[in-house]
């Protein structure tokens, strides 16, 4: 699997997350310290996420790193 699929699978991963919890980008971005812009490059693939703020990610909905993977 290429790096440019498993950003697109954890980009993924995070927006069906953050709908199953009925939240905004705004509101996920701010929970974990990032611009809306920058979460929105990383649920659509563009950009890569820090393993800093994918364990943010992973507390906050309570999932484990494994998840993402």
Do not use: C, W
């Not at 699997?1 to 009925?22: C, V």
């Not at 701010?30 to 611009?35: A, E, F, Q, T, V």
């Amino acid at each position: 699997m290429g790096l440019k699929k498993i950003q697109n699978e954890i980009g993924r991963k995070i927006k069906d997350l953050r709908l199953e919890q009925n939240l905004t980008q705004e509101e996920l971005a701010y929970l974990i310290k990032i611009s809306r812009d920058h979460l929105s490059n990383i649920e659509n693939g563009k950009y890569p996420i820090n393993i800093k703020n994918l364990y943010k990610i992973a507390v906050f909905f309570k999932v484990d790193m494994k998840y993402f993977f």
